[in-house]
């Protein structure tokens, strides 16, 4: 072997020992994804997008009368939620985007990120306390009812519970599985859009629906044949917050911030005032 062919062995050997020794040796392992609460902290989750993009989605049931209502001569929206979403959105410098959505599809919608948060009167309901991080409450109502002032049928709360009388409550409501639970003698009616309650209650094919105190106040505002029949003692009493994905709890932390802070500076009662819903406040 000539003093050529020595150079390159030279140099061939310790860069082909070297090539192998890379092949050999394991790649480093990935590093563990970070925690979901890790990642938002970092950046990521709600508080990252809205950040990236300026924009702050908030998910709402427009036909909600004093939480979040879309009136349908001006088609504008109103509402404690609407004024206090706006808020939310300031706090964080974005603009504000609503989403329509509704109770049986505000876990999903979350879930998906079609929307930073719900903010549309949401009862805490265990179910959606399992699957969605609420925050603090800051509204809370019993059940009422609502019936026609022609109806003979319904005078009293100890009426409702009657064998013959139909009972309308609103699909996806919390209403839904408080009654079916309650009613024992009473034939329970689950209405889904495009159906309302009103429409059934008029119609005469239901003799009363139950209902929250915001939802109560359209019907004794706008319509001058509704009467509501109010229990007597304390029925079932739910309390509001507002509801975020599960797992992002940078986010879950900043939404629980804000309200904490609009009960301190007077923010939420001057929304619920301006809304009629002063009575229901959650104050601490």
């Known amino acids: 072997m000539n003093r050529r062919h020595h150079r390159l062995m030279a140099i061939s050997l310790p860069l082909l020992a070297a090539a192998l020794l890379a092949l050999a040796t394991p790649a480093p392992a990935a ?5 979901p609460a890790a990642a938002a902290a970092a950046g990521g989750g709600a508080l990252g997008r809205i950040k990236a993009s300026g924009l702050l ?10 939480i979040s209502f879309r009136n349908p001569r001006t088609q504008q929206l109103q ?19 609503f989403v329509d959505s ?7 919608d979350l879930n998906a990120e079609r929307c930073e948060v719900a903010m549309f009167g949401v009862g805490m309901l265990p179910a959606r306390t399992a ?26 709360w100890a009426d409702i519970d009657q064998p013959g009388v139909n009972v309308a409550v609103q699909a996806g409501t919390f209403m ?12 329970m009616v689950i209405v889904k859009p495009p159906a309302t309650r009103e429409q059934e209650l008029e119609s005469g094919r239901v003799d009363v629906f139950m209902t929250d ?16 029949v109010s229990p007597p003692q304390p029925f079932y009493v739910l309390q509001y917050g507002y509801p975020v994905k599960l797992g992002d709890e940078a986010w879950a932390q900043r939404v629980s911030a804000f309200v904490a802070a609009i009960k301190r500076d007077g923010r939420l009662e001057a929304a619920a005032k301006r809304n009629g819903l002063a009575e229901i406040v959650v104050k601490r």
């Open 57 to 66: 989605r908030v998910c709402i049931w427009p036909d909600y009368y004093g």
């Open 79 to 97: 509402g404690i939620d609407i004024d206090l979403a706006a808020e939310l959105a300031k706090d964080l410098g974005a603009k504000l985007q």
């Open 131 to 156: 699957a969605l991080r609420f925050t603090q409450p800051y509204l809370q109502s019993d059940i009422y009812a609502v019936t026609t002032r022609s109806n003979r049928v319904v005078k009293a």
């Open 31 to 35: 590093a563990p994804a970070a925690a």
């Open 102 to 108: 509704s109770f049986p599809k505000l876990i999903d």
């Open 213 to 228: 105190y915001p939802y109560s106040r359209r019907l004794l505002d706008n319509a001058d044949w509704a009467r509501l």
């Open 176 to 187: 839904e599985p408080v009654m079916a639970a309650a009613l024992k003698q009473a034939k």
